[in-house]
């Protein structure tokens, strides 16, 4: 583990420590922390893995699957219509974990390059309660 990766963690934890007594009974944890696809994709190449969603609070929830990217991202991002999560939504009691597949299909004119995008599970309750874990993916040429 390097010694940014050790810092993340410890201020993610600080930050964890202080605010659980804030939003107690409310939690969500996903598992793995990144998904990297090592074989480059190509237009209409289809790509399942899964995800682990947690509830990790101590009250039951609905919980829904989403894309996000950042504005400011060096890569592409997929469009949302890419992704396709088995199921979208579910309920989850405290302590229960639900496994989602994550189908990423490429478009047709997909444009190459090296792609990320966040896949997200939250709450959606107005609080806002999410966590995500990183998608990376390249999209070569289609062959001719």
Not at 42 to 68: E, I
Not at 86 to 99: G, I
Not at 134 to 140: A, P, S
Request: glycine share 10%; charged share 15%.
């Amino acid at each position: 583990m390097s010694v940014k990766t050790l810092r993340i963690a410890l201020v993610v934890l600080a930050f964890l420590l202080i605010a659980v007594p804030v939003v107690a009974g409310i939690g969500v944890g996903i598992y793995p922390g990144r998904i990297i696809l090592d074989e480059p994709m190509r237009p209409w190449q289809t790509a399942s893995r899964t995800l682990g969603v947690v509830n990790m609070g101590d009250s039951s929830g609905v919980f829904y699957m989403s894309t996000m990217c950042f504005g400011d991202q060096v890569e592409l991002c997929p469009d949302a219509a890419w992704i396709e999560f088995v199921p979208q939504s579910f309920e989850l009691a405290p302590r229960q974990t639900q496994l989602v597949t994550v189908r990423l299909t490429i478009a047709p004119k997909a444009k190459p390059g090296s792609y990320h995008c966040l896949l997200a599970a939250g709450t959606g309750n107005g609080i806002g309660v999410a966590v995500a874990t990183r998608l990376y993916f390249e999209v070569k040429r289609k062959r001719l």
